[in-house]
């Protein structure tokens, strides 16, 4: 273990579709012939089809295809992605629409989605998420914002193309004037998905030559770093957002946050705690964290530390020498990447939240988390309680918490829905 004080963590709305009806006229564009069961999902409002329930798919080369079911009923219009597991993303319902059809309804619902943002982003808040893919009908997008830089994504192949793009930059210019859009590729997901490597330079600079990639943006009136050419995903998991000030908003004494990564958590327990310690196996996310320290430090007056380790390693550690905590937050990675995976990451959260019930003091505050759509809710909940069960001790919710609502959970869509936030006191 290693200290530091320069001590990664892991870090959907549609419409209803109507009842599907006999279409006589012919396609404008390819078809792809789905299974019943596939067709039963996109009728309740769910965007996508697997590749193992397609029963006749359009050449590689189409982009758009209109979808039906064994039957030949209409079922809408999608996007082709054929490498990928999930070979169609619905972007309209019972109807057929052509590439200029699709172009409209692209760049309204971009407008739409800034629009829908544009409330969030008051004094002391200038990082949000701007697209949130199929919960923006826009599946295969996402767009955040960080102060005066916005990061493009395109997770889908058939969006994979320079009208997509330009099209993103001058609605974003239009509407935030940004001084530079970068585009930024998950290397796994270009690889499954057959995308292209994304350019090397900006998509739009004010500045063409000394164009930047770094930048600091502010959430709830703190100061962070942010670098387009590093971190997780997209970046800064600005879904906690909301979730950091509620939980500083309970906190106090001396606090620990177990996988900070850059920090977001354990500078927000700073403005409410005497002490705060924030653990992270990542050497370079600490560093970050350091420099988001600094840059806050005018802010508050606790005492922060950084600790380079890993999280189970740590709290074993920590509970086996008696230490004791007011306020513990726990945000790990996802546990659980896939439906096979579930019943480990049961266990991952078991013994993480019953190490951290072990070392609270009577009258503390735990803040747990979990960031796998695989793992239900209920599901959470009770591996959390039956931890307080083996802990001997008495939990109370003070509150039920999920995504900033730059993050919209779609009801249809139970993959939208991933995030789970307790904050339990403790007895």
Sequence with gaps: MRRSNIVPRRREETLSPPAAEPDARPAAQPAAIVSRRAADRLRAGHPWVYRSEIEELPSETADLAVVRDARGLLLGTALVSPSSQIALRMVAWGSAIDREEWRRLLEQRLREAIALRRPMLAEGTDACRLVFSEADQLPGIIIDRYGDLILLEILAKALDSEWVRALAVRCLRDELDPATIVERADPRIRELEGLSEPAEGPLYSREPIFFQTKTI????????????????????????????????????????????????????????????????????????????????????????EWIEANAFDLLRDFSSTGAQYDTIVLDPPAFAKSKRAVEGALRGYKELNLRALKMLRPGGVLVTCSCSHHVPAGDFEAVVAAAAGDAHRRLRLLERRGAAPDHPVVLNIPESEYLKCLILAVD
Excluded at 219 to 232: C, P, R, S, T, V
Excluded at 267 to 289: K, P, W, Y
């Design 217 to 304: 943006f502010h959430l709830n009136g703190l100061a962070f770093h942010y670098d387009a050419d590093a971190g997780q995903k997209t970046g800064a998991f600005l879904d906690q957002r909301l979730n950091y000030s509620a939980a500083a908003h309970y906190a106090h004494g001396e606090a620990l946050d177990v996988c900070t990564y850059q920090g977001g958590f354990a500078l927000h327990l700073a403005r409410a705690c005497s002490r705060v310690t924030g653990i992270d196996a990542s050497r370079a996310a600490l560093e970050v964290a350091e420099e988001n320290l600094a840059v806050n430090r005018d802010r508050f007056t606790a005492e922060v």
